[in-house]
């Protein structure tokens, strides 16, 4: 996998991101380095304790005599142990705090930015594994503020101001335990390149294993129907099984390389007592200071030992940090001109195509090649075409969801690339071929692009749409929830609902891409006519199975494997016998085609 530029490094990217806690933040790794600079005080006061009143020629009688001393001594230590828990709790609320408020911060920032991605990038993500982003990826992110981050702060803050102590005591005593540091190190680098790629892999698999299990919950209907449980159960279970090995194969690594840092660390003891017991009996050494040797000895093993552990976790962050920056630093490519018109009027609703040519990025084939037509306002312009010749392709170019390769695509005789997409989006109302409603009241459904609208005008397009009546006698009426993906509600039906739904905006121009195909031919004469009377103007282009939608239309478009083979009205291409004519054979009988 090849790996992306950003902007900015992961820890300037935290940086970024908690803007307006800093504060908190840096006072938090002053508060680590306090109260790692606090575990010197027990020792520091043993060290006190044994040699004025433990050891020594006249140890007893400096304990009779000054016994308030040794008591204040251990008060002070029973004080500072205290002091250092309560720093510890704040430190660790603070940490949480910045870490919880950033993860908040990013997880927003990503929504918005995956909300606002062009058609391109849902083609290039799939839903499990941007949903991981969100959830798995981002918790990785907060772990490193509020836990790695702190602990390599410790580590190194304890290593280095016990390693000060320790030179200040005793130098030969210091050197011979701080040589292990460097071989440490090493061991820990050579880690480091070793896990860093099965960190990589292992969000990977991660990703792959929640894709398989969103697609399954959301496509749960086709398994049943084709009774795949089974088979979809083993599917998972390998994806499952594919990210617990990977997770065991890097926790593994670790084990290789922890038996040499555990040998390093257990050896500190055995340095001390060896050093430490020459250097006493040859009195370059007091009895105090090898017990505070001794008692700070797991302040130096200690960071040894957790060293790998750390820089496992960092890995892992860095791998997670690589998913969500991606989307966090990742730009649509259709957004609006820098010098895009502003049309704050309502569009008079005139469509334009001149010699468009059209291909999806990441396909080698032309969808679409050299389309030209003109819908004046008002006008209904139906497309028809066997199945995959571009219909869908050609539609989706009007509110720019996708770019035209070569030629130009006019709205208000403006090319739609000049335009602000809001504003040209909301003059468009979209039935898709697909549809989708959401888990709401088929009132919310309808009223998703004009939360302002009225209830009057909610009815007045359901009648529109043909969908009053069905919806009125429903228990609930407009009040009835839908479930996910519309659930409850039959084909028709949501096609119906989907159409209120783009005439609610009341549009310039209302595209309807095979709106009407489950619908009975009666309701579609109902609609069809309804259409023709709406109360507002509107351009509409309809895509359609259908001879009896298309008839009526002022203009008829035959779209053969990418380009307009016929184009005329319904009796025009009658007359012409080409593809229209066989289709208006087939659908109608003969008797159609004589009467025209
Ligand atoms: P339909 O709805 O079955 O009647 O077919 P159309 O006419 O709406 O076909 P359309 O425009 O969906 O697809 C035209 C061709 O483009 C077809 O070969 C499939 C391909 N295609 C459609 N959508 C995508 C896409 O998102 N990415 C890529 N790479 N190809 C696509
Ligand atoms: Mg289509």
Request: overall charge neutral; hydrophobic content about 45%; aromatic content about 10%.
């Amino acid at each position: 996998m090849q790996k992306k530029k950003f902007p900015r490094t992961k820890l300037q990217w935290i940086w970024d991101n908690i803007a307006g806690l800093r504060v908190v933040f840096i006072l938090a790794i002053v508060g680590t380095l306090f109260y790692n600079l606090l575990q010197l005080t027990v020792p520091f006061f043993s060290q006190m304790i044994v040699d004025r009143f433990l050891t020594g020629d006249n140890a007893a009688v400096h304990f009779q005599e000054n016994k308030g001393e040794f008591f204040t001594l251990i008060a002070a230590m029973i004080g500072f142990t205290l002091l250092r828990a309560l720093i510890v709790y704040i430190d660790c609320m603070a940490y949480e705090h910045v870490s919880q408020r950033a993860l908040f911060r990013i997880r927003n920032y990503l929504f918005e930015k995956i909300e606002r991605q062009d058609m391109h990038f849902y083609n290039e993500y799939r839903t499990g594994d941007l949903m991981t982003r969100l959830t798995g990826d981002l918790d990785a992110i907060r772990h490193n503020i509020a836990w790695v981050i702190r602990m390599i702060i410790e580590c190194f803050a304890l290593f280095t101001v016990v390693s000060i102590y320790f030179f200040s005591m005793n130098v030969k005593m210091a050197l011979c335990i701080v040589a292990m540091a460097p071989v440490i190190f090493l061991i820990v680098f050579t880690f480091r390149k070793k896990v860093a790629p099965m960190h990589a892999l292992l969000r990977e698999k991660h990703a792959q294993m929640n894709t398989a299990a969103q697609e399954n919950i959301s496509g749960n209907r086709v398994v049943k129907a084709f009774s795949r449980e089974d088979y979809e159960i083993e599917k998972f279970d390998q994806s499952n099984h594919d990210y617990a090995e990977t997770n065991k194969k890097t926790r593994l690594v670790w084990v290789k390389f922890f038996p040499f840092v555990e040998t390093c660390a257990n050896l500190l003891p055995v340095i001390l007592l060896w050093v430490g017991g020459t250097l006493l009996m040859k009195d370059e050494m007091t009895m105090g200071e090898y017990v505070a040797f001794s008692g700070l000895m797991w302040a130096i093993a200690n960071p040894m030992r957790l060293l790998g552990n750390i820089l496992n976790e960092f890995q892992r962050f860095s791998a997670a940090a690589d998913k969500v920056m991606e989307i966090y630093y990742s730009e649509p490519s259709i957004v609006d001109a820098p010098d895009a018109i502003d049309h704050p009027d309502r569009f008079k609703g005139k469509v334009e195509f001149r010699h468009v040519s059209f291909q999806y990025e990441d396909s080698g084939l032309p969808v679409l090649e050299d389309i030209s037509f003109t819908a004046a306002p008002g006008e209904t312009i139906a497309i028809m075409g066997e199945t995959g010749c571009g219909k869908t392709s050609l539609i989706q170019l009007i509110p720019r969801f996708y770019e035209p390769t070569k030629g130009q695509v006019l709205v208000d005789d403006m090319d739609v690339s000049k335009l602000k997409l809001q504003q040209l989006r909301t003059s468009i109302g979209m039935a898709t071929q697909d549809v989708l409603l959401y888990s709401d009241t088929i009132d919310g459904n309808i009223a998703y692009g004009d939360l302002n609208i009225s209830k009057e005008n909610v009815l007045k397009v359901s009648r529109y749409a043909a969908a009053d009546e069905f919806i009125s006698k429903m228990p609930d009426g407009y009040n009835t929830i839908v479930g996910e993906r519309g659930v409850g509600l039959s084909g028709g039906q949501k096609q119906r609902i989907s159409l209120a739904r783009a005439l609610a905006i009341r549009p310039s121009i209302l595209i309807l891409d095979d709106t009407t195909s489950a619908v009975d031919m009666e309701t579609e004469k109902q609609i069809q006519k309804s259409l023709s009377e709406l109360d507002f103007p509107c351009t509409k282009i309809i895509i359609a199975q259908r001879i009896s939608t298309t008839k009526t239309a002022d203009h008829i478009l035959i779209l053969q494997h990418g380009k307009i083979t016929e184009q005329g009205t319904h009796n025009e291409l009658i007359r012409k016998g080409g593809y229209y004519a066989d289709l208006v054979a087939l659908q109608t009988g003969k008797e159609e085609m004589v009467h025209g």
